[in-house]
């Protein structure tokens, strides 16, 4: 029988992140980490309410809808690792933010470098395993009417996201300590500083 959930294929070489993130983290990280997620599952699910053999249940519906449990717990990794995998691009080909979502971060954090040392600030400060990201929706930080939407940045611990919280998930750094301890060892934000230049912009921009 064929699993129920698949890891996408990742849209570029193991080497082609470094050296932002070595062949040896990504491959680690995808076939062992991530792999794993799913893994647990397609072996977790079958016969429970989030059988999604009848096609109702996508893994997006279960990190969103599922709150305890092995299944949420899997089920958000398993999403949130979509969403790091899919963001980025060979670090030999920098790009940047198109204009309009740049005129959105500068309106939210001031400047690109803003984004950064606020984003660089939650990822140093979150005590333990989470992820941290940027995210889209009416926040408590947004010195604006109520009902305006905005980025903003949101620390989530373990398998937690913003899906649970009603929020739109733009752009996702891992900071489980599998994600950079190979090439960082315990430079957590060294990692991060380094993480944006193997950002792919169109797909942050294709999330908004
Ligand atoms: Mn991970």
Same mark, same amino acid.
Request: glycine letters at 6%; one cysteine or more.
């Given at each position: 029988?064929?699993?129920?959930?698949?890891?996408? @294929?990742?849209?570029?070489?193991?080497?082609?992140?470094?050296?932002?993130?070595?062949? =040896? /983290? +990504?491959?680690?990280?995808?076939?062992?980490?991530?792999?794993?997620?799913?893994?647990?599952?397609?072996? &977790?699910?079958?016969?429970?309410?989030?059988?999604?053999?009848?096609?109702?249940?996508?893994?997006? *519906? +279960? =990190?969103?809808?599922? /709150? /305890?449990?092995? +299944?949420?717990?899997?089920?958000?990794?398993?999403?949130?690792?979509?969403?790091?995998?899919?963001?980025?691009?060979?670090?030999?080909?920098?790009?940047?933010?198109?204009?309009?979502? @740049?005129?959105?971060?500068?309106?939210?954090?001031?400047?690109?470098?803003? @984004?950064?040392?606020?984003?660089?600030?939650? =990822?140093?400060? @979150?005590?333990?395993?989470?992820?941290?990201? &940027?995210?889209?929706?009416?926040?408590?930080? =947004?010195?604006?009417?109520?009902?305006? $939407? $905005?980025?903003? +940045?949101?620390?989530?611990?373990?398998?937690?996201?913003?899906?649970?919280?009603?929020?739109?998930?733009?752009?996702?750094?891992?900071?489980?300590?599998?994600?950079?301890?190979? *090439?960082?060892?315990?430079?957590?934000?060294?990692?991060? *500083?380094?993480?944006?230049?193997?950002?792919?912009?169109?797909?942050?921009?294709? $999330?908004?």
């Amino acid at each position: 029988m064929n699993p129920l959930f698949i890891l996408p @294929l990742l849209g570029y070489n193991f080497g082609d992140v470094a050296p932002v993130m070595s062949a =040896a /983290t +990504i491959e680690t990280h995808y076939t062992k980490h991530a792999q794993a997620y799913f893994d647990n599952l397609n072996r &977790l699910v079958p016969g429970t309410e989030w059988d999604n053999a009848s096609g109702k249940r996508s893994l997006e *519906d +279960i =990190a969103r809808e599922a /709150t /305890t449990g092995p +299944i949420a717990q899997n089920a958000g990794q398993a999403w949130n690792h979509v969403m790091f995998f899919e963001q980025f691009r060979p670090a030999s080909q920098p790009n940047q933010p198109s204009d309009d979502l @740049l005129a959105l971060i500068n309106q939210s954090f001031g400047s690109l470098e803003g @984004l950064r040392a606020e984003f660089k600030q939650a =990822a140093t400060s @979150l005590f333990g395993s989470g992820w941290v990201w &940027l995210v889209m929706g009416a926040s408590e930080h =947004a010195n604006t009417t109520s009902g305006d $939407r $905005r980025l903003f +940045i949101q620390k989530c611990y373990n398998d937690d996201n913003p899906l649970r919280h009603g929020l739109q998930p733009i752009l996702v750094a891992d900071v489980w300590e599998h994600a950079y301890y190979l *090439d960082y060892r315990n430079r957590r934000g060294d990692y991060i *500083d380094n993480l944006w230049q193997a950002i792919n912009w169109q797909v942050i921009a294709d $999330r908004l």
